[in-house]
Structure formats: C-alpha cells, structure tokens
C-alpha cells in the first residue's frame, strides 16, 4: 500500500524558533498534500491544502505567514512553523493525494511542543 | 456545507461483544465517499472502511461492517467479536467524489473491556 512520512515524528523546540516538518509520498506522486492539526482529544483540522508547484491554499483562520507550506515536488511538502509560541504546541498529520487512485494517505503525524 | 456528526464521544465494549457506533453527515452532493478512521495510540490515522455513496449494498471488511442509510444521511459502523487491540479514537468523514477535502467528525473514543 501507500505509504507516508513524516519527519520529525517529534520535535521541542524553544519559543520564538522556527521547525520545519516535512511530509513525503513514499511509493507514490502526490499531486496535492494536506496539513492538518489536532489537539488531544479533539478531531483533525484541516489547516491547507498544498498543490505541487503552487500557492498553498489556506483554511480560514489560518495564518499563511506563520504557518508556511512549500509543496516543491511531487513527494514532498514541508510545513514551517514560523516563531513558535507554546500555544503552537499541537499534532501535526499530513496527507497525500495520489491521483491515480483517487485516494489519500495519512502520515503518521508529528507532536511539536514549544517551550 | 457539510458537516459530520458523531453524537458518541465514548463507546465501551466487551470483548468479543459486537458495538456500533454512529455517525450523520449533512451534504446537498449526490456523488461522495464516507469512511471510518481508526486513530490508536500512535496517532497513526487507519482506513477502517470506505462506503461509495452510489452504490446501494453496505461495505463489509472482515469484522466491520457499516449501515449506510442515504436519505437518512446515517452512516453507522459495526464491530464484530471485538478484540483488545480495536481499542481507539474512531472518526467518521465525509469527501466530496471529486473533491480533495475531507470533512471529520469529533471522534468517538472506542474502549474495550477484557
């Protein structure tokens, strides 16, 4: 089956910082990426949706320049956390598109903390 | 808009008891997908079922089975002879057949009792 991952699985980092998080298609071409967020116990949240080559399209609500998305080939995205603050301290899942199937895969997610 | 509505934030369960837990979806699309996620522990997000909403007979896989009722917008999921190891957050979404975008529902925490 498809696959994809995540790097970092976990991160800390110290408030003011930036992280990056990257999400790469593994056995697959996706065309368009999805980052969401969780909080504990809570469902996810689609933050944006990212498709290769272009501007990433954001939910409302969520600031683009905080949180930037680079979709710069057809396996990877990344997600930059923009000066960090403790209330970014969240569960980071992106997901994958493949076209071909018509079908999208998760990650296995990544928790920042932000001291 | 489209909204996923799972009115159980806590199921339980006895081992090898069957359980179902429920799931309503509001769209004015005819042509869409509904599934089931199963998040464990690890956080991992795994496709339990997908259910086409054009099609007519409910999906089955192995012990989960769903009771997909179009012109009620219900979309239940049934566990079967439960084990230990079915024990997780259990989310409902909803994506449009052409559309990228899913649409989760809050979550229902599944427990099993040995």
């Known amino acids: 089956g498809a696959v994809v991952s995540q790097h970092p699985s976990w991160v800390i980092c110290k408030s003011g910082t930036s992280v990056k998080i990257e999400c790469r298609s593994l056995d697959f071409q996706a065309t368009t990426m999805f980052w969401y967020r969780q909080f504990p116990k809570q469902s996810l949240m689609l933050m944006a949706t990212?498709?290769?080559?272009?501007?990433?399209?954001?939910e409302q609500g969520v600031e683009k320049d905080k949180f930037l998305i680079n979709h710069a080939s057809l396996t990877l995205s990344t997600l930059t956390v923009t000066s960090a603050h403790p209330e970014d301290s969240s569960f980071y899942i992106c997901?994958?598109?493949?076209?071909?199937?018509?079908?999208?895969?998760f990650g296995p997610g990544t928790r920042l903390t932000v001291l | 808009a489209q909204t996923v509505t799972q009115s159980q934030p806590e199921m339980s369960v006895q081992e090898a008891e069957t359980v179902t837990l429920s799931c309503t979806y509001d769209?004015?699309?005819?042509?869409?997908?509904l599934f089931w996620y199963k998040q464990p522990p690890s956080r991992q997000m795994i496709l339990v079922i997908r259910q086409e909403a054009y099609k007519q007979q409910n999906a089955t896989e192995n012990r989960f089975s769903v009771n997909f009722q179009k012109a009620a917008k219900s979309f239940s999921l049934k566990i079967s002879d439960s084990q230990l190891g079915d024990a997780a957050m259990y989310f409902c979404?909803?994506?449009?057949?052409?559309?990228?975008?899913?649409?989760f529902g809050t979550g229902t925490s599944l427990t099993v009792i040995p």
């Open positions: 997901s994958a598109r493949d076209r071909a199937w018509n079908e999208q895969f």
């Open positions: 990212s498709n290769e080559g272009s501007k990433a399209t954001y």
């Open positions: 979404a909803y994506r449009v057949f052409t559309g990228n975008q899913f649409y």
């Open positions: 769209t004015s699309e005819s042509d869409y997908y």
